[in-house]
């Protein structure tokens, strides 16, 4: 019996390559969703509603498959940060956060409609940035660009120089998809990284 077809709602270079790891073949579909927050929603909960939004909307157009959806959130003093889009939306949000720390809220669901499988996971990671100058900001954004990037912040490059630490349970969650969350979900859905596919 061959195991369910695997799928990545996200178009995210990121997800993408972090998924990747895990050594599963997989697809990826466009999950077409509105990500607006909606009024009195926490961050987590936005990141946490998404993710589901998401893989239930790939779920609908592919029954058969196990369905993986993610986002993330930014939270300072439990206001969202999304992505800057442009560099002047950018340099206001570095400017926000330096000297801060910044939760970064990471979710991710699995759904498999044939199989009435539904779980998701939250992975937060406080980010404590550096009393950044201006100078410091301008450089790196002109350099790394993270326009795509929640917070502005893109740790696995030299977005790793504006940080004084970095707490988390899963390395992997603060890029964009907790694997560890991930891979227990997929077990759970029944496709092991760690177990030959037949």
């Not at 009435?116 to 550096?130: H, I, K, N, Y």
């Not at 893109?154 to 899963?170: F, N, V, Y």
């Amino acid at each position: 019996m061959h195991p369910p077809p695997l799928i990545l709602a996200s178009t995210s270079r990121y997800r993408h390559e972090l998924l990747s790891r895990l050594r599963l073949p997989f697809e990826v579909l466009a999950p077409e969703v509105d990500e607006s927050a909606r009024g009195g929603e926490t961050p987590a909960a936005l990141a946490q509603r998404l993710a589901l939004s998401k893989a239930r909307a790939v779920a609908q157009r592919r029954p058969e498959a196990v369905v993986i959806g993610s986002d993330q959130v930014a939270d300072l003093d439990g206001q969202a940060l999304g992505k800057p889009g442009t560099h002047e939306h950018a340099v206001q949000q570095l400017r926000r956060m330096r000297g801060r720390t910044v939760h970064f809220h990471t979710a991710v669901a699995v759904v498999g409609a044939a199989a009435g499988f539904e779980q998701a996971a939250l992975s937060s990671v406080a980010v404590s940035f550096r009393a950044l100058d201006d100078d410091e900001i301008e450089h790196y954004l002109r350099t790394e660009q993270p326009y795509d990037c929640a917070g502005s912040a893109k740790c696995e490059t030299l977005g790793i120089a504006l940080l004084e630490r970095i707490d988390s349970d899963d390395p992997t969650a603060l890029v964009g998809l907790p694997l560890i969350r991930t891979s227990e979900l997929l077990r759970q859905a029944g496709l092991d990284p760690l177990r030959r596919q037949r």
